[in-house]
Antibody, heavy 122, light 108 residues
Framework: QVQLVESGGGVVQPGRSLRLSCAAS????????????FHWVRQAPGKGLEWVAL????????YYADSVKGRFTISRDNSKNTLYLQMNSLRAEDTAVYYC???????????WGQGTLVTVSS | ENVLTQSPGSLSLSPGERATLSCRAS???????LAWYQQKPGQAPRLLIY???TRATGIPDRFTGSGSGTDFTLTISRLEPEDFAVYYC?????????FGQGTKLEVK
């Protein structure tokens, strides 16, 4: 059973930076972390889900929501089974629970972490 | 961007009743890339349906997805107490991978 555990959230002032991590485990011998694409999805307090970013299995392709393009960077370390989200120039509207999600072989989001809360406030 | 609009925004039903949730896309979505997720308070979303109509592992058969093009439906045939939650549709065929705004299913 795949498990995803996010960390790195907290309270940060507007304009500052924060890096989130997502540690993955529970892969079987046939397919490993490096076989799958991963996503970041966020949810502002009391709001719906917003897709943030995607990284391909090998890190060669990255896609971003317009709302974070140029400020956020998704990356991965396949040797550590870990996904990252570097968030720069944070704004109040970036306040949300950030989830990492695994892309399945059918491209849907089949496993999700429990989320980490990022609060941007002075 | 493909905007997904879910209706109704909220739905009040009793256990045992049938629920029908709608998701309409502003642009055609390949059925291969339409999913439904369930989210309960304080929890991460859970994949219910992918490919518009395929149940994810462990999802009971009272959940049925259907539709094509721009109109998709999630039907819950007989509501169980644990089914009261928020449901989101999502298209994952092309970036940005948009979600609907959600339908909150409440106990009547």
């Amino acid at each position: 059973q795949v498990q995803l555990v996010e960390s790195g959230g907290g309270v940060v002032q507007p304009g500052r930076s924060l890096r989130l991590s997502c540690a993955a485990s529970g892969f079987d011998s046939a397919f490993t972390f490096s076989d799958y694409a991963f996503h970041w999805v966020r949810q502002a307090p009391g709001k719906g889900l917003e897709w943030v970013a995607l990284i391909s299995f090998d890190g060669s392709d990255k896609y971003y929501a317009d709302s974070v393009k140029g400020r956020f960077t998704i990356s991965r370390d396949n040797s550590k089974n870990t996904l990252y989200l570097q968030m720069n120039s944070l704004r109040a509207e970036d306040t949300a629970v950030y989830y990492c999600a695994k892309g399945s072989s059918s491209s849907n989001f089949d496993y999700w972490g429990q989320g980490t809360l990022v609060t941007v406030s002075s | 961007e493909n905007v997904l609009t879910q209706s109704p925004g909220s739905l009040s039903l009793s256990p045992g009743e049938r629920a029908t949730l709608s998701c309409r896309a502003s642009q055609s979505v390949s059925s291969t890339y339409l999913a439904w997720y369930q989210q309960k308070p304080g929890q991460a979303p859970r994949l219910l349906i992918y490919g518009a109509s395929t149940r994810a592992t462990g999802i009971p058969d009272r959940f049925t997805g259907s539709g094509s093009g721009t109109d998709f439906t999630l039907t819950i045939s007989r509501l169980e107490p644990e089914d009261f939650a928020v449901y989101y549709c999502q298209q994952y065929g092309s970036s940005p991978y948009t979600f609907g705004q959600g339908t909150k299913l409440e106990v009547k």
